[in-house]
């Protein structure tokens, strides 16, 4: 893999250490409360729950959700 192509990933991904969900390349959030997190991107969305639950980064293709997640489920 060249760096132009990492630089310019375009694939969902998401990320999970300790407690912190990074997700790359979502298109929207479309629920947000500090219980559960809805976040979709161009296949489908992912349901986020757990307890505390924040968002500490938002960028445009990438955010950080930060808490007590419990549960990660595709759809």
């Known amino acids: 893999m060249n760096l132009r192509n990492y630089i310019l990933?375009?694939?969902f991904k998401?990320?999970?250490?300790h407690n912190k969900l990074d997700i790359v390349?979502?298109?929207?959030i479309?629920?947000?409360?500090?219980?559960?997190i809805i976040v979709n991107y161009?296949?489908?969305?992912?349901?986020?729950?757990?307890?505390?639950?924040?968002?500490?980064?938002?960028?445009?293709?990438?955010?950080?959700?930060?808490g007590s997640i419990d549960k990660l489920e595709l759809r």
């Open 9 to 11: 990933e375009s694939d």
């Open 14 to 17: 998401i990320i999970y250490l």
């Open 25 to 28: 390349n979502y298109s929207d």
């Open 42 to 66: 161009k296949d489908g969305s992912v349901l986020i729950s757990g307890k505390s639950l924040v968002v500490s980064k938002l960028l445009k293709d990438e955010l950080l959700i930060e």
């Open 30 to 36: 479309s629920h947000f409360d500090n219980n559960k």
